[in-house]
């Protein structure tokens, strides 16, 4: 069962408490910018985990203003649309979980918060490769501060040029379960208040693992990908 930390108290909490029950996420940026696009990616991976778990979600956006941009932004990146939300009771959910920046003292109820990144790269944050800033993004964990710089981006652009042509290669081999362990080691890094770098360290050791078949590596990078959201099969039919 997926565990996230409240901001309230700082203690681990059931991110969706009732069985099946609809949980509500609401993203709150407080403006366009890398931080801003951070908690749009926390609240993006936050559904995606539910939604691996068999919990029914609701996404909304709750922003002052530039819903327009903030869309944008959000798709470049790789997010799932949302709805736009005004803070009041919906369809009767279980649960609401405020994604925020972090330090916000509201709204009310379980908050989810984000720390702040520093931008260093050359150019604006949507001139970038948008797909290596999400994974740049996700090897720091939600809670730490990030700085993004020229050589941050670099090397997330390498690491998914790499995975995206091994899995391409991988796909033409015979599929292969995903180990059970390795399931569990995954599973267990996202449950745990979405610990995406411990999610990326299982994909690197997987990938370094002589004793794994192709097929198997194949099927584990795409089982990660569906809450990682890289798009790592797409290079799928491609001339080698």
């Known amino acids: 069962m997926l565990r996230i930390t409240d901001a309230r108290t700082g203690e681990l909490v059931d991110a969706a408490p009732a069985r099946r029950g609809l949980t509500r996420v609401e993203a709150h940026p407080q403006g366009l910018d890398p931080t801003g696009l951070r908690v749009l990616l926390a609240a993006d991976l936050l559904l995606r985990a539910l939604e691996l778990g068999g919990t029914p979600v609701w996404a909304l956006l709750a922003a002052e203003g530039r819903h327009a941009e903030l869309r944008a932004a959000a798709d ?7 709805e736009d939300g005004d803070g009041a009771a919906g369809l ?20 989810v918060a984000v720390a702040p990144v520093t931008w260093s790269a050359p150019g604006a944050p949507e001139e970038a490769d948008q797909a290596a800033l999400r994974l740049a993004l996700l090897t720091h964990p939600r809670h730490a501060p ?8 670099d090397r997330a652009a390498d690491t998914l040029r790499r995975w995206r042509g091994a899995v391409a290669d991988w796909a033409r081999r015979p599929s292969r379960p995903v180990p059970d362990e390795v399931r569990a080691e995954l599973r267990a890094a996202w449950e745990d208040d979405l610990d995406t770098a411990a999610v990326l360290g299982a994909l690197r050791a997987v990938e370094a693992d002589p004793g794994l078949p192709d097929g198997a590596r194949f099927e584990t990078y795409a089982y990660a990908d569906r809450l ?4 790592l099969a797409r290079d799928l039919g491609h001339p080698a």
Do not use: N, Y
């Open 146 to 153: 990030a700085v993004i710089d020229a050589d941050a981006l």
């Open 76 to 82: 470049a990146l790789g997010i799932r649309p949302f």
């Open 228 to 231: 990682l959201g890289l798009d």
């Open 92 to 111: 009767g959910e279980a649960q609401v979980l405020h994604v925020v920046d972090e330090g916000r003292t509201e709204p009310d109820g379980v908050r």
